[in-house]
């Protein structure tokens, strides 16, 4: 199963929950677990990491379950090949018989059967929530500077080379004569090339590193929006190389444009959109049939697709609006002097409608008239908020304002809808 097919099991009515577990279902379910966040572990830290190279190195690829785990990639050449390993808790073993150390080694070691020439120009490395050992071979391995144990690829390399020996674990077997196999110097190079990343964080906790990286990217306290955004971005974005029939690459190139999206987004004198492209669900669209914005769109007339694109901006509108609120980011009443101005340009349109109907004109004419008052919101109507001047949100803003009777389309809207009862909308 890869990463795809995690984030596609169809969320949590696929799960069925049983009265009772044994102990045997009760570990299965936490063996899934484990390899769930280990999948989307994966994902996260490559985020996470592509941002060091924002900015900087923008011809590099980055790619899940390709050369690796995680692979960093250079005209098709790797320069970086990462090994991952999340333990839920952060428990786990990483000594010099570790499961997770040697099935690695076993990995890197028939990667580099098959071109000797990668440690010259490729470093790899173990990213794991488990601690190494002090004095262990992983603890010898460790980055400069990191641990009490001093770095020493050649004291690991002894260290593995007398666990192999003294190994008695059968399930190691392969990936220790995958170890030894290769040449004294090649094995050395291997081992000089690796650097382990132990006590690495959680899943949960990688959001905090995206955040502190992009500091630097995002306008001042805007790091955990710009997070949310981007990482908003990057799921499907991951998903979609996974689905590929060789798994593809994202460029850091890619995720530096996003990068831009996102800031000018955030910028003081901007108001972000994220709702712009949303389609909502038939059955939201449906839960909105006896609102008065769309029974005032009915009474001129108004329905078909037209009807539908009335309600998807109401939707994406309302559920705009409500970030922007939740958010902190509108201020001064800068939604209510946006829908005064929405009412403002509305007023004399209606005025005029008006004047120009009769006392006793007939159904027809009060649709003609209405649909063509309607047609303007439709096709001109388009008032700023802050700097953002999108169609769905003046568009949706009127059927706001339409629901609440302060706008019509109908010269008689006042008293046709006044008894409607209003319903919240679930957006």
């Avoid at 592509?50 to 900015?55: G, M, S, T």
């Avoid at 004095?135 to 192999?164: C, I, K, Y």
């Avoid at 959680?202 to 992009?214: C, P």
């Avoid at 769109?297 to 037209?306: D, E, K, N, Y």
Wanted: proline letters at 4%.
């Amino acid at each position: 199963m890869n990463l795809f097919q995690i984030v596609d099991l169809g969320g949590p009515q696929q799960l069925a929950c049983h009265s009772r577990f044994n102990v045997s279902e009760a570990n299965s379910v936490h063996g899934a677990a484990q390899s769930a966040a280990g999948y989307l572990y994966q994902a996260r830290l490559a985020l996470a990491e592509c941002l060091r190279y924002a900015y900087s190195e923008s011809t590099i690829e980055i790619a899940i379950e390709r050369l690796d785990d995680v692979s960093f990639e250079k005209n098709g050449a790797p320069l970086e090949l990462l090994q991952t390993k999340h333990h839920l808790k952060k428990a786990g073993d990483l000594s010099d018989g570790s499961v997770d150390l040697w099935k690695t080694l076993r990995v890197w070691a028939h990667a580099i059967s098959g071109d000797p020439s990668l440690p010259g120009r490729t470093r790899f490395v173990l990213v794991t929530t488990a601690k190494a050992p002090e004095g262990s071979a992983a603890a010898h391995l460790r980055p400069e500077g990191s641990g009490l144990t001093a770095r020493d690829p050649a004291v690991a390399t002894r260290l593995l080379m007398a666990a192999s020996e003294a190994s008695s674990n059968f399930g190691l077997q392969k990936s220790i004569e995958a170890f030894k196999g290769l040449s004294p110097a090649i094995r050395y190079e291997l081992v000089a090339a690796i650097e382990v990343l132990d006590r690495a964080a959680l899943i949960s906790d990688i959001g905090v590193t995206i955040e502190e990286r992009l500091r630097m990217m995002a306008p001042r306290g805007k790091a955990a929006l710009a997070r949310e955004q981007l990482e908003g971005w990057w799921w499907p974005r991951i998903c979609a190389a996974l689905q590929a029939d060789t798994p593809g690459t994202i460029s850091v190139l890619e995720v530096e444009q996003k990068l831009d999206d996102i800031r000018d987004g955030l910028k003081r004198d901007s108001l972000p959109l994220d709702l712009e492209h949303v389609e909502p669900s038939p059955a939201e669209l449906a839960s909105f049939d006896e609102m008065r914005f769309v029974k005032q769109l009915q009474s001129i007339g108004i329905g078909g697709v037209r009807l539908e694109y009335a309600k998807r901006d109401f939707y994406r509108a309302s559920v705009q609006r409500s970030r922007w609120v939740r958010e902190s980011l509108l201020f001064d009443d800068e939604v209510g002097r946006f829908e005064h101005r929405l009412i403002e340009e509305w007023q004399p349109r209606f005025a005029q409608m008006c004047d120009a109907l009769t006392d006793w004109c007939d159904t027809a004419a009060l649709h003609t008239s209405g649909q063509k008052l309607y047609g303007w919101v439709e096709a001109e109507a388009r008032f700023p908020i802050r700097s953002q001047t999108v169609r769905f949100l003046t568009v949706g803003s009127y059927q706001i304002l339409a629901d609440d009777l302060r706008v019509g389309w109908h010269r008689d809207f006042e008293s046709l809808h006044a008894h409607v009862d209003k319903e919240p909308a679930d957006v």
